[in-house]
């Protein structure tokens, strides 16, 4: 149960970050790209990427770990839990894995949301 209070209080403020971070990102264009999301995602995945490399040299203690990325980077981005899962296979020399992963991600993602608007839309029409 404490893990449980543990991710959510820190997923929490991994969303107000993705607000902040989105936010202040995303006003610094005027065009229609999604330049909030991409930096969010960006600094997500490098972050995570930090902080499962300190976990593997112990450098993070497994509660910390749970906290930073399960927690904070969940609510910040699980595009960044992408990220480092395909870099993950790909160390692990699994380059068939990391490229479906990869595939499976997009191709299923993709039209998940394209189907998801769509039904949105006819059910509210």
Do not use: H
Not at 82 to 100: H, I, M, P
Request: hydrophobic share 55%; net charge positive; proline share 3%.
């Amino acid at each position: 149960m404490k893990d449980l209070l543990l991710v959510f209080f820190a997923g929490g403020l991994g969303c107000c970050g993705r607000y902040l971070v989105g936010g202040w990102a995303q006003r610094l264009t005027a065009s229609g790209f999604p330049l909030g999301t991409l930096a969010v995602n960006a600094l997500g995945c490098f972050a995570l990427g930090v902080v499962v490399g300190l976990s593997l040299t112990g450098a993070v203690p497994p509660r910390w770990k749970l906290a930073l990325g399960t927690g904070f980077m969940g609510g910040f981005t699980t595009y960044s839990a992408f990220g480092v899962e395909t870099v993950r296979l790909l160390e692990d020399g699994l380059w068939l894995q990391s490229a479906a992963n990869v595939a499976l991600q997009l191709g299923l993602g993709l039209p998940a949301a394209a189907l998801g608007i769509w039904l949105a839309r006819t059910l509210t029409a």
